[in-house]
């Protein structure tokens, strides 16, 4: 068992260099097409820490899946979603 969750934690450190790598890759783009993002990454972070009893708020998390402040990134990587990737991301949250 220890190394399934070595191994799984090692995806997921993928993962996130691969997502950081494809900072073009918009979060409401992942939303649209996957129904997931970065920002989930860091609410999960956020809830699997609670259930275990740790407190990580959601500050230190977006530090831990952006590597950098959210505000920062935000700043320097987030494009304003254009009225096509907000349609749609409203149309698939209304299931």
Known sequence: ????????????????????????VQNIELMNLAGFCRNCFSKWTVNEAEKLGVKVDIDTAHQEIYGMPYSEWKEKHQLPATEEQKEKFNSLNKK
Do not use: G, N, P, T
Request: proline share 0%.
């Open 1 to 24: 068992m220890d190394k399934e969750i070595e191994i799984q934690a090692a995806v997921f450190r993928r993962l996130l260099a691969h997502l950081d790598s494809r900072k073009d």
